[in-house]
Nanobody, 121 residues
Framework: QVQLVESGGGSVQAGGSLRLSCEAS????????MSWYRQALGKEREFVSAVKIYGPTTYADSVKGRFSISQDNAKNTVYLQMNSLKPEDTAMYYC???????????????WGQGTQVTVSS
């Protein structure tokens, strides 16, 4: 079973920055399309950003120009650089494998456990 381990969350003041990381382990022969979602307390989980292997990136309108997603395919790790953070960015952030590609069967639609981001005003 694939393991997705997120890190980099924490507490920061408005205007600050954080960098989230998510490593997918257990399937070294796979490469992944990956994304980030977030869920604020009492709200539904929402899409934040996605990256495809050797492909384009997409962002939610609410984070465009402030967040940047990148991927290290060699490490099967996805990053989310978050700048100019706002209190409304406060949420649990989850990484997700959208699809996997490899010589053998690769995981898809798999979620990490999440990392908390708290932005104070």
């Amino acid at each position: 079973q694939v393991q997705l381990v997120e890190s980099g969350g924490g507490s920061v003041q408005a205007g600050g920055s954080l960098r989230l990381s998510c490593e997918a382990s257990g399937y070294s022969y796979c490469k992944f399309d990956m994304s980030w979602y977030r869920q604020a307390l009492g709200k539904e989980r929402e899409f934040v950003s996605a990256v495809k292997i050797y492909g384009p990136t997409t962002y939610a309108d609410s984070v465009k120009g402030r967040f940047s997603i990148s991927q290290d395919n060699a490490k099967n790790t996805v990053y989310l650089q978050m700048n100019s953070l706002k209190p409304e960015d406060t949420a649990m952030y989850y990484c997700k494998i959208d699809d996997g590609y490899g010589r053998y069967t690769c995981p898809r639609n798999s979620w990490g456990q999440g990392t908390q981001v708290t932005v104070s005003s």
